[in-house]
């Protein structure tokens, strides 16, 4: 099948499950066509099957903002016809849906049927979409979509209660390349970290608000306060000025290694001992799944489509957003107890098999087939 997939290029994790998504598909001999404004972060090597076209903005004095909708839209257009595209599948619905719709609208007059799969991941629905100016834009999107997935129940369920949607949402979750994602003898790397044994703790995310990182902080606190320990930030974002003002004021700057942003996560996962997010909000926790298939515990908030990722007290532990205390408490009752470290490491791993990549992706071919026959 020659499948388009429409997505942000970045770090986060609609334009990561975009690309693995894209990966995984060329390796069963579909043909995929990536189309955005830069190469996908992880798309950074030559694969068979698989083909970037970028969308050019003509940058022009009458706009302050150029229209990247409608660049996208028109590069969609000429990837359709020049690639014969069978189906476009885009991750985010803004403004990717309605740039995609808007091409399928100009196609049909060609004569050309192109259906559309749009993939929602979170923020555009849990934020970005409720804006009022875009809610009539989104709620559009989704009802002229020729099917439409959600990565969580969660994110279904938020869905359906703020937009006016009259079709029905198909859940199909984030996954797993346990290929990539799994637990490496990486020792010197640990024993340069922490060269007395201590317990490394990690984070990882894009540093906004949501994410909560200055709650990581405190946690740590209380954690190394009990025990050596060593926390790893991966990342960066517009709150890293204030999580470093948080590590002078608690006086741990020297146990917190902010490790920028790294391709190579799972070569990090695997020298640590827990995983902690304590995020407001988070659709599915893609962070969280591949800290557990590199058999890392997590620490985490019970927000958004969390609880269907981790099972707390097997793999981790959930709380209410903001309960610094508890998840310290739980930290440590897992940090400080080899055997049940042990057995939430397993468990971790189990749980994270559930997601494989294998399984997922058939799935999305199976809606890609029925919008295919159906157009």
Known sequence: MR?????????GGSGVLATELG?????????????????????????????????IIPQYPLFEHAPYETALAG?????????????????????????ALLAKQILLEQNIKIPVVTTLHGTDITLVGRE?????????????????TAVSESLKSDTLEHFKIRRGIIVIPNFIDFERFNKKPREHFKKAIAPNGEKILVHTSNFRKVK?????????????????????LIGDGPERSNIEKICRDLDVCEKVTFLGKQEAIEEILSVCDLFILPSEKESFGLSALEAMACEVPVICSNAGGLSEVVVDGVTGYLSETGDIEKM??????????????????????????NFDLKNILSLYYSVYQDVVLDK
Request: proline share 4%.
């Open 75 to 99: 590069k969609i257009v000429e990837i359709v016809k020049s690639a014969r595209l069978e189906v476009l599948h885009v991750h985010y619905a803004i403004p990717h849906a309605s740039a």
């Open 23 to 55: 990966k995984a598909l060329s390796k069963t001999g579909n043909e995929v066509h990536f189309i955005s404004y830069n190469q996908p972060a992880r798309l950074d090597f030559f694969m068979e099957n698989i083909f970037f076209h970028e969308v």
């Open 132 to 148: 009022a100016s875009y809610e009539p834009v989104v709620s559009w999107s989704i009802n002229n979509s020729d099917a439409v």
């Open 328 to 353: 310290a408490k739980d930290s440590l009752s897992i940090l400080t107890n080899d055997e049940k470290l042990f057995d939430f490491r397993k468990n971790a791993l189990e749980r994270a098999k």
């Open 212 to 232: 909560r990182v200055g709650d990581v902080i405190q946690i740590f606190n209380l954690v190394q306060k009990e025990i050596p320990s060593k926390l790893l």
């Open 3 to 11: 499948i388009g997939i429409v997505l942000y290029p970045t770090f």
